[in-house]
C-alpha cells in the first residue's frame, strides 16, 4: 500500500472550490513537513503550499488568499482547500512529506481539472 494516499482531485468548474487529502501511513515516522506540488502538462512540477507539523506554512505567490493548507498531526493528514480555481490551475497534484531525518515520500497524485 502507497504510504501517502491523495484524494479530493476532481472536475471543478472555474471559481468553484476543490478540498484535497494526503494521509499517511502509520509507517512514516516523525514528519517534519508536509506539502502540495502540482504539476500540469508539459510543465514541471511546482510547489503549491506546504506547512509544518507545527502549523507554519508557505504557499506560492499565485494561491495566496484562495488555498488554504492545514495538518492534523493525530491523523497524519494534510488538507489543501482550494477557493476560486482557475482553468490554468489544471493539473495533478501530488502530496510530499518530509520527516526530521529527511526522508521524503511523494503520493500517486490526484488529478485536479477546472473547466467550463
Known amino acids: 500500500q502507497a504510504q501517502l494516499v491523495e484524494s479530493g482531485g476532481d472536475l471543478v468548474q472555474p471559481g468553484g472550490s476543490l478540498r484535497l487529502s494526503c494521509a499517511a501511513s502509520g509507517s512514516i515516522f516523525s514528519i517534519n513537513t508536509m506539502g502540495w506540488y502540482r504539476q500540469a502538462p508539459g510543465k514541471e512540477r511546482e510547489l503549491v503550499a506546504t506547512i509544518t507539523r507545527y502549523g507554519s506554512t508557505n504557499y506560492v505567490d499565485s494561491v495566496k488568499g484562495r488555498f488554504t493548507i492545514s495538518i492534523d498531526n493525530a491523523k497524519k493528514t494534510a488538507y489543501l482547500q482550494m477557493n476560486s480555481l482557475k482553468p490554468e490551475e489544471t493539473a495533478v497534484y501530488y502530496c510530499?512529506?518530509?520527516?526530521?531525518?529527511?526522508?521524503?515520500?511523494w503520493g500517486q497524485g490526484t488529478q485536479v481539472t477546472v473547466s467550463s
Open positions: 510530499n512529506a518530509r520527516t526530521d531525518g529527511y526522508v521524503t515520500y
